[in-house]
Structure formats: C-alpha cells, structure tokens
C-alpha cells in the first residue's frame, strides 16, 4: 500500500498562495525573495524525496505548471520527476501534461483510495491545495512534508484553510536548511 505525502513550501503563517509571484496576489513572490543561500540545501532534500518516491499526485493546474517548468530540464532531480508516473485530478484533461501517467477525473476520493492501494511507497503531492484539503478531510494523507519559510505574510491562501475538524499531528522530524529555512516534517496521527 502506498503513502500519501504532501510536500510543500509554506510562509511561517502556513501561507501557500503564489510562492513565485506569477499568480498576481500582492504578496507573491515569497520564495525567491527568502530561499537566498538555503536553495541548494532545500533542492538536495527534495532531489532525495523525488529518488524515493514511487509517483506524484497533481491537480490539473500543477501538472501544467511543473510541466512548463521542468520538461526541458535534465539531471538526476529532473530526471526521475520527469519520468515518474503522475496521477493528475482533472474532469478536463485526457492526458498528464508532465509525462507519462493517468487522469482521475471520477470520484476523486474513491480513486485516489485505489492509488494508494496498487501503488507501493511513497506518493508525493506537489502544490495542489484543494486537493491536499479533500485527501486531509477524507483521511488520505499520510505525512506532511513542510518547508518554512521565514516570512509571514498575514493574509493569502493557506495550506489548512477550509479544513473542518482537528487534524491530530505527531512530529517526526525538524532540521533547519541552511540559515533560514526549517524543514517541518508530521505524521497524521491516527
């Protein structure tokens, strides 16, 4: 059976809303202006997630923006994203965008249920907030993987917005990446 692991950057007060500032929300641009000298700390820990993982879980617009962003990028990171099956949430698409792969376009409850059991090892979902939110709320998501960076921002859409009940956490794991960025690692506590 597999696992479902959400892995993002969020600001410190859980902002996820236009990290690269091409969304037009006033207070975009947040990661550029805050990764400085932690980037390749931060792309080393996410190049051994992607090696370990077994495939990526997407809504239709982050299988779009990952694929206009990495497709033409090579090496090792690149590489085995760009080749791993993706799973993408979409009623639109017929195909994933960024490689090869399958579209649920059902009841994505039920088939995201179905992945977690044929797929083995870690599934890892990039970006992709409302369905972050449907996995949380119908207890999908196994672990949270949050990068955090030093910046609040006090308003803008946040990671657990809209969850409607507790969401017990056990810690696992806390590293600080480089000189401002702290690596924020959950378990979904049963």
Do not use: C
Not at 168 to 180: A, E, H
């Amino acid at each position: 059976m597999g696992k479902i692991v959400v892995s993002t950057n969020v600001s410190l007060d859980g902002v996820v809303q236009d990290p690269d500032g091409q969304e037009g929300f006033k207070l975009g641009g947040w990661f550029d202006q805050f990764t400085g000298e932690d980037r390749d700390a931060w792309a080393e820990i996410l190049t051994d997630e992607a090696l370990r993982a077994e495939a990526l879980l997407l809504g239709r617009r982050s299988d779009e923006w990952f694929a206009s962003r990495w497709l033409d990028r090579s090496g090792e990171w690149a590489d085995k994203l760009n080749t791993m099956p993706k799973y993408v949430v979409s009623t639109t698409l017929e195909q994933p965008r960024w490689g090869a792969g399958a579209v649920l376009s059902g009841d994505v409850v039920a088939e995201v249920a179905k992945v977690k059991q044929e797929v083995e090892g870690e599934i890892v979902v990039y970006a992709s907030y409302q369905l972050v939110r449907t996995l949380i709320e119908h207890g999908l998501v196994d672990e949270l993987r949050l990068f955090v960076f030093p910046v609040v921002l006090g308003r803008g859409e946040r990671l657990f917005d809209g969850i409607d009940d507790k969401l017990p956490l056990r810690l696992v794991g806390v590293r600080n990446i480089g000189v401002g960025l702290t690596f924020l690692n959950y378990e979904i506590a049963a």
